[in-house]
């Protein structure tokens, strides 16, 4: 019962609170593991740097001119890569316990399951009519509304004459348009649980009953697509992106270390509840575009809120790509401003 998981952690943090007084002396809230994996990375950088010079070294008969400078990037990387280390094993080893959260296992019985979903959309009138008759049929979704994020083409006539709300977002930008998925679904004061998704097929309503039991647990089920079995063989997240995907994750989870468990910070498919999206939305910039799926975890994290991760399905886009996997670079390019982000607190992108 929600009271009874309330008293247990009240006291389970009263039992925290204590511990922690005898270690206020350590930094439990400094990303050091985060900070560890970056020297590190960094250090491998500059030494693969300094051994690759020896291509202009002998091959440009740059070897007297470069020779300098490429044993000092061998030699001095080991600083980075040995502190690094060192910052890993200190987070890891000495301060995990006590930054993992000492509480029971959440477990807050729904009450009802329906839930209020709402896609994005940017011409998507390939895909958008087919989307929301998938999800209409879902006997768990309540009410759909579809954002089309200023759509040049018939997205809007086609979701609506499908069965959706649909709602025009006439400024132009990915974390925009989620923002104004997140105001018209909480203006829908219809359910306790709004899922987010997009409208191109690449996900699809039937997992939305996986998001549904890992519920009771999170105040955000974010799906990930990581598991191999679950997406196709062909979709528009080829290996490459993939595997960055992950490190972000990665990165982000050793950021808020103790706190979730993260492979993909990219996926546009979630569960939330609405209080917990009451409480985060006046924290959002909706200026942050394609990063801003990482954008969000990484403040609903920092504002306590609990994220959980759910397996979902993955499949090839209806129509062509307009985000951040259109191509190799552009996704690399995304990653990149993700991980500056995550690192800096999102203050360049202010």
Same mark, same amino acid.
């Given at each position: 019962?929600? !009271?009874?998981?309330?008293?247990?952690?009240?006291?389970?943090?009263?039992?925290? &609170?204590?511990?922690?007084?005898?270690?206020?002396?350590?930094?439990?809230?400094?990303?050091?593991?985060?900070?560890?994996?970056?020297?590190?990375?960094?250090?491998?950088?500059?030494?693969?740097?300094?051994?690759?010079?020896?291509?202009?070294?002998? +091959?440009?008969?740059?070897?007297? *001119?470069? $020779?300098?400078?490429?044993?000092?990037?061998?030699?001095?990387?080991?600083?980075?890569?040995?502190? !690094?280390? !060192? *910052?890993?094993?200190?987070?890891?080893?000495? +301060?995990?316990?006590?930054?993992?959260?000492?509480?029971?296992?959440?477990?807050?019985? +729904?009450?009802?399951?329906?839930?209020?979903?709402?896609?994005?959309?940017?011409?998507?009138?390939?895909?958008?009519?087919?989307?929301?008759?998938?999800?209409?049929?879902?006997?768990?979704?309540?009410?759909?509304?579809?954002?089309?994020?200023?759509?040049?083409? &018939?997205?809007?006539?086609?979701?609506?004459?499908?069965?959706?709300?649909?709602?025009?977002?006439?400024?132009?930008?990915?974390? $925009?348009?989620?923002?104004?998925?997140?105001?018209?679904?909480?203006?829908?004061?219809?359910?306790?649980?709004?899922?987010?998704?997009?409208?191109?097929?690449?996900?699809?309503?039937?997992?939305?009953?996986?998001?549904? *039991?890992?519920?009771?647990? *999170?105040?955000?089920?974010?799906?990930?697509?990581?598991?191999?079995?679950?997406?196709?063989?062909?979709?528009?997240?080829?290996?490459?992106?993939?595997?960055? &995907?992950?490190?972000?994750?990665?990165?982000?989870?050793?950021?808020?270390?103790?706190?979730?468990?993260?492979?993909?910070?990219?996926?546009?498919?979630?569960?939330?509840?609405?209080?917990?999206?009451?409480?985060?939305?006046?924290?959002?910039?909706?200026?942050?575009?394609?990063?801003? &799926?990482?954008?969000?975890?990484?403040?609903?994290?920092?504002?306590?809120?609990?994220?959980?991760?759910?397996?979902?399905?993955?499949?090839?886009?209806?129509?062509?790509?307009?985000?951040?996997?259109?191509?190799?670079?552009?996704?690399?390019?995304? !990653?990149?401003?993700?991980?500056?982000?995550?690192?800096?607190?999102? $203050?360049?992108?202010?």
């Amino acid at each position: 019962m929600p !009271g009874q998981y309330a008293t247990q952690k009240n006291q389970y943090a009263t039992q925290k &609170n204590t511990a922690q007084l005898a270690i206020t002396f350590l930094p439990t809230t400094t990303p050091i593991l985060m900070y560890g994996v970056l020297l590190f990375f960094i250090g491998i950088a500059l030494y693969l740097f300094g051994v690759g010079l020896v291509i202009p070294r002998y +091959l440009l008969g740059l070897d007297r *001119a470069l $020779r300098p400078i490429s044993e000092d990037l061998v030699w001095y990387s080991g600083i980075p890569v040995t502190l !690094g280390i !060192g *910052a890993v094993v200190f987070d890891l080893f000495f +301060l995990l316990s006590h930054k993992r959260i000492d509480e029971p296992i959440r477990s807050e019985p +729904l009450a009802d399951k329906r839930v209020t979903v709402a896609l994005t959309a940017y011409n998507d009138e390939e895909s958008i009519g087919d989307a929301v008759k998938d999800f209409m049929a879902s006997p768990s979704v309540r009410s759909l509304i579809v954002v089309s994020n200023a759509s040049t083409d &018939n997205t809007m006539r086609v979701a609506g004459e499908a069965g959706a709300i649909t709602i025009n977002e006439p400024k132009q930008g990915y974390g $925009r348009c989620v923002y104004r998925c997140f105001q018209e679904a909480l203006s829908h004061d219809e359910t306790e649980l709004i899922v987010l998704c997009e409208g191109d097929m690449t996900f699809r309503a039937a997992d939305i009953e996986k998001l549904l *039991a890992y519920a009771p647990h *999170a105040d955000i089920v974010n799906g990930t697509r990581t598991v191999e079995r679950l997406r196709a063989h062909t979709t528009q997240l080829s290996t490459f992106m993939y595997y960055g &995907n992950f490190f972000v994750g990665k990165l982000l989870e050793a950021k808020h270390l103790g706190r979730s468990t993260l492979t993909d910070v990219g996926t546009t498919y979630k569960l939330c509840r609405r209080d917990a999206l009451q409480r985060l939305m006046p924290q959002l910039d909706p200026t942050i575009n394609l990063e801003f &799926n990482a954008y969000f975890l990484d403040h609903a994290l920092a504002d306590g809120l609990t994220v959980v991760e759910c397996p979902v399905t993955f499949h090839p886009r209806w129509g062509q790509s307009k985000g951040g996997n259109v191509n190799n670079l552009r996704a690399l390019t995304v !990653g990149l401003r993700m991980m500056v982000g995550i690192t800096t607190d999102w $203050r360049l992108f202010k």
